[in-house]
């Protein structure tokens, strides 16, 4: 299969591929690492998905270097001071506008722009919150989520009454 590098966005889409590739495999190795009490015992149990010895070594140094655990307790404490946490995984937010565009579009309630773009009106900002923060199974991520969409709720809903009643 031959692939036209210069083609417009082929470039770039493969790009992005092999970066979300290499996260996952990094993310992979690193939870492998996590495993094990010493850098020495985790060094001794390279995982079965890892090319070479030399690349497990070079990843432990890594995971076990100052550098590399002052980057992960940072962003452990940026995750802990997220109010509403999202629920939505892996799944990108741009994935999630386009599903609730699309859902709008067959139910005649679309509400594009010239180009055929999903303008997010407030009804499809509060379905995207919604969406993003709570499930049927299990309800909201947390109270704080809850709260504000029904605080977003009734102010739309008290701007939409009262521009209807002008």
């Not at 990094?26 to 690349?55: D, G, I, M, V």
């Not at 995750?79 to 629920?87: D, G, K």
């Not at 939505?88 to 509400?111: C, M, V, W, Y």
Request: hydrophobic share 30%; charged share 25%.
């Amino acid at each position: 299969m031959d692939v036209n590098l210069d083609a417009a966005g082929v470039r770039h889409c493969l790009v992005d591929k092999m970066k979300s590739s290499s996260r996952q495999v990094r993310h992979r190795l690193h939870k492998h690492y996590k495993k094990y009490a010493t850098l020495q015992e985790a060094k001794n149990n390279k995982p079965p998905f890892c090319a070479s010895k030399e690349n497990w070594d070079e990843l432990c140094d890594y995971f076990a270097s100052a550098k590399f655990k002052h980057q992960s307790s940072i962003n452990s404490m940026n995750r802990q001071m997220l109010r509403t946490p999202h629920i939505s995984g892996r799944t990108p937010f741009s994935t999630l506008q386009h599903e609730i565009a699309q859902k709008n579009t067959a139910n005649g309630d679309a509400n594009e722009d010239a180009n055929g773009d999903a303008n997010g009106d407030a009804g499809d900002i509060i379905e995207f919150y919604k969406l993003t923060h709570s499930t049927d199974k299990h309800g909201w991520s947390n109270n704080e989520a809850k709260e504000n969409w029904v605080i977003v709720l009734f102010d739309v809903d008290g701007y939409i009454e009262t521009f209807q009643q002008n």
